[in-house]
């Protein structure tokens, strides 16, 4: 898949996406930090901009360990 294909959406919108795999948000300061109760050693962060960067987003994308393919279409269900 290609970058393009990725949203560029602000980034507490794409955090709801990742919420959806079971990850939970913790506000920060500038970043909506993610935790998932599974694996508490690994954090995502989110900056919480108006516009997050595709490939910032994918490399989230894989820390999360899903796919693009994936996290696009639960995006597209919110």
Known sequence: M????LPLDNGQNLAR???K???VPHRGKNHI???H???PQLNISIPDHKE???SLLHAQIRRAGLTDEIFLEAYKSL
């Open 37 to 39: 109760p599974n694996q």
């Open 33 to 35: 930090v993610l935790t």
């Open 52 to 54: 997050v960067s595709r």
């Open 17 to 19: 996406v990742f919420e």
């Open 2 to 5: 290609s970058l393009k294909n």
């Open 21 to 23: 795999f079971g990850w």
